[in-house]
């Protein structure tokens, strides 16, 4: 028996991505730390974009760009809700255009193949990798309210995962054919079962894709001067999750053409709701600050799957099976976020960084294929809405700031 795979994705690319984050970490970690306040309220980041007033009038710190005083006070240059000077924050627009590679993993594991009905697995569903995929989050926003408040929409996809993977037996079985691979579809039944079982190749294949769109509103907190600065955020949350579960079993027995069984469970996850964060932002020298987001929410998430079986027996005759179901459910999320963002103008932010989204409570294809055979041809369909999932990745993107 051997096992064989085939997959969308090197084992490399990961490994090439984690070494890219490294070298690029060591370079803004070089970074020489913040002197300590001599007084006045500290400026948490150095985005360098004063607000309206100081663009013209004598208020501004100088030299610009880099020459500031970090931690001049100035009652001329006050927000409306906060004393001193805060030259970090953006006064007007600004946007956030970041390069965003994420990695699927799902929390669970599926046995698809078995040596025999009671002998070792040899296909689960961990064998299905899902390697970074190339992706964008793309972010526009506004400071309103004298610098108080700031609205923004932010845009993370479209994100899709594809990989095969196969289990092939050559040895003989007991009908005088070749292969003994059980099937997911007799649920590993013990005696195997001639038409599903004494299989020579099982197949798995699976596809996902992930989006996620949002709307926030953001104020600051007025701490004390140092260098960090701290911003609570609420906002709604919309996010789509889809996947498309393929497995395929073939066997040269019964007589005379043998028989092949293939079923595709579709599962998607549309999820609706609200979330609440805080953003905090930590000043190490007068180009770079660590960025850390953490943002979590309740999802109302309308979730179904749906199955088509086909079935070919001994005489070549083909039979096809459609069952699903849906239902209304609850979900959870988590959204961390850890970046360092280097000052390379007036205007420009580099970020490099690392994120991550866990969600609870939604449909997955391996969770939701049906092993009772009699329910994968005549229903009632069930659904499995318990998964969990993490999205996670590198993030390299820019900032610009008006």
């Not at 193949?113 to 793309?138: K, M």
Request: net charge negative; charged share 15%.
């Amino acid at each position: 028996m051997a096992l064989a795979t085939t997959r969308t994705t090197s084992r490399g690319t990961r490994w090439i991505l984690a070494m890219m984050a490294a070298a690029l970490g060591g370079l803004l970690l070089a970074a020489p730390l913040a002197q300590a306040q001599p007084y006045g309220k500290a400026i948490a980041q150095p985005f360098f974009d004063f607000d309206n007033q100081a663009r013209f009038m004598s208020c501004r710190p100088g030299p610009y760009i880099w020459g500031f005083d970090p931690y001049l006070q100035d009652n001329e240059c006050e927000e409306d809700c906060r004393g001193g000077i805060i030259a970090h924050r953006p006064s007007s627009w600004y946007a956030i255009a970041d390069f965003t590679p994420l990695m699927y993993d799902a929390n669970g594991n599926v046995e698809l193949a078995r040596l025999g009905a009671t002998g070792p697995t040899v296909l689960t569903s961990t064998d299905l990798e899902h390697e970074f995929d190339a992706g964008g989050r793309l972010t526009i926003g506004r400071t309103f309210g004298g610098g108080c408040y700031q609205l923004e929409g932010s845009y993370l996809g479209v994100y899709s995962w594809e990989d095969a993977v196969t289990a092939v037996d050559s040895t003989a079985n007991g009908l005088g054919g070749v292969g003994n691979l059980s099937s997911a579809f007799s649920n590993f039944n013990n005696p195997v079962i001639a038409g599903l079982d004494l299989n020579n190749r099982i197949t798995a294949t699976d596809y996902n894709s992930f989006k996620s769109a949002e709307v926030n509103l953001r104020t600051w907190l007025n701490v004390p001067p140092g260098p960090f600065d701290v911003q609570l955020l609420l906002g709604a949350r919309y996010m789509s999750a889809f996947e498309d579960f393929g497995y395929t079993a073939i066997s040269d027995r019964p007589l005379a053409l043998g028989s092949q069984n293939a079923a595709t469970v579709q599962t998607r996850n549309d999820m609706y709701g609200v979330q609440i964060g805080i953003d905090m932002d930590f000043l190490v020298s007068a180009r770079f600050y660590y960025d850390f987001e953490l943002k979590g929410g309740i999802l109302h998430n309308f979730a179904s799957q749906n199955a088509s079986y086909t079935s070919i027996d001994s005489a070549g005759v083909a039979s096809d099976f459609d069952t699903g179901a849906s239902q209304d459910r609850t979900a959870f999320f988590g959204d961390v976020s850890l970046t360092g963002n280097w000052q390379m103008g007036p205007n420009w932010n580099l970020r490099l960084g690392y994120q991550a989204i866990f969600i609870n409570g939604v449909a997955l294809g391996p969770q939701n294929f049906q092993t009772n055979n009699a329910l994968l041809q005549t229903g009632p369909g069930q659904l499995d809405d318990t998964g969990e999932v993490i999205y996670h990745g590198p993030v390299l993107g820019v900032m610009w700031t008006r």
